[in-house]
Every structure is written in C-alpha cells, then in structure tokens.
C-alpha cells in the first residue's frame, strides 16, 4: 500500500468518528429538549392540580354560604308568615272551620294575647281513667288537625285532671295524675302528627291536676278540669 492510500485509509476512519460523534451529540441534544418539554409540562399539571383543589375547596365554601342562606331565608319566610297569621285571623279561622265543634260543645276556643288555645274535655276524648283516644275523639283531632296543617304556630298539648287520686286499680298503668295526664297529652300529639302536624312543632306538657278551670269541689267542676289544652303559639320552628 502506497503512502497516498494510507493517507486515504487515515482520513476514511477519521470521518467516521466525527460523524459518529456529531450524531451522539444530536440524540443527546433531542433527549434534553424532550426531558425538558416533559419537566414544564409536569410543572404545569401540579399548578393546574393545585389550582383545581383551590377551586374544589371555593365552591366548597359557596355552599357552605348559600346553604346557610337559605336556612336564614327559611326562618324568615316562617317569621313572615307567623305575622301574616296573627292570634285574630288564626282564630277566626278555627271559629269558622269548627263551628259545629263550638255548638256542640266539643272544642273551645279561646283567643288569647299570645295565641290561641283550645279545650277539649276528657268526655270527647277518653274514657274515664284511659289513655287511648276514643273514636269521637279521633274524629275530632283529624278534623282539627286539617286546619292545622298550614298554621306555623308552636302546638303545645298539654293534659290536666281533677284532684282526686288514681284508683288502685290504675296505679301500676298510671301511679300518678301527672302519669295520666301525660300519657293523654302524648296520645294527643301522636295522633296530630299522624294526621300531618309537622312533629317539630309538637310539644307534649303534663299539669295533672295544677291549674284548674273549675272548682274539684263538685262533679261538674271536676268534669271540667279534666281536660286537654292545645295551645297556639306564634314562635318560629326549624323545619
């Protein structure tokens, strides 16, 4: 081999490398720019990932605002609506629905100045010495309850009886007139909001024989205090 041809041969290997190395560079090169393209974009997904839990948590605390609003409209559209609904339209209005109750004697109506309270007396209701409501009281109570069902009012069941003592005979169902008079009270209440009386404006109150209307001195007065009370009151209730 002549000295030209070794010269030939020299430069041959000599461009390979440089080529060889001139390609390694430009893959070098490509992976640096795909390896920072991939790092931007991962920065952008955590800063959109953070951006979105800040929005979940946003909208998470508007309705956490709203709800309370509307829990604030609600008690001030039944504040609204209890004034609308004074003690005199409230009575007039049971007046007029349970006049043939009035007449007959079977409720009593009463407006008062910070209600309205009705009587019903044990007669209609029970039997003597019972609990359980009798049909002419169920008849009544459903009938009463109806033009109940849009009144806002609080509705306070209380129970009363007269001063005489249980009988033996009752004492294990109920030891005490306060016993009885609660046990009628519930009933009462019980039957109401199964008739649809919202049951967060049922309150059940036993006076036994406290505040009589009548003297216990004599049969009718006796008569007279054993009784149930509902008691109207315009006090806002949370649904």
Request: charged share 25%; hydrophobic share 40%; net charge neutral.
């Amino acid at each position: 081999m002549t000295k030209m041809s070794w010269l030939f041969v020299g430069l041959a290997a000599f461009m390979v490398v440089v080529t060889t190395g001139c390609v390694s560079q430009g893959n070098y090169d490509s992976v640096v720019k795909e390896r920072d393209a991939l790092q931007k974009e991962n920065n952008a997904l955590k800063l959109n990932m953070k951006l979105t839990r800040n929005q979940k948590e946003q909208v998470k605390q508007d309705l956490e605002a709203t709800t309370e609003a509307l829990v604030v409209t609600s008690e001030e559209l039944q504040a609204t609506k209890i004034k609308a609904m004074t003690a005199t339209v409230l009575y007039d209005k049971l007046v007029n629905k349970l006049a043939t109750e009035v007449e007959s004697q079977q409720i009593t109506i009463e407006q008062m100045q910070s209600g309205v309270n009705l009587n019903l007396p044990e007669g209609i209701l029970f039997d003597s010495g019972s609990a359980v409501v009798k049909k002419s009281g169920e008849i009544v109570l459903h009938k009463l309850a109806k033009e109940l069902w849009d009144v806002p009012y609080q509705t306070i069941v209380a129970g009363f009886t007269d001063n005489v003592p249980i009988s033996k005979r009752l004492q294990e169902q109920f030891p005490s007139n306060w016993d009885l008079a609660a046990s009628r009270a519930t009933n009462v209440v019980m039957f109401l909001e199964e008739s649809g009386i919202p049951k967060g404006q049922l309150v059940v109150v036993s006076l036994g024989e406290n505040q009589p209307v009548a003297s216990n001195d004599t049969k009718e007065g006796r008569a007279q205090n054993r009784r149930i009370e509902i008691r109207l009151r315009p006090v806002v209730v949370a649904e």
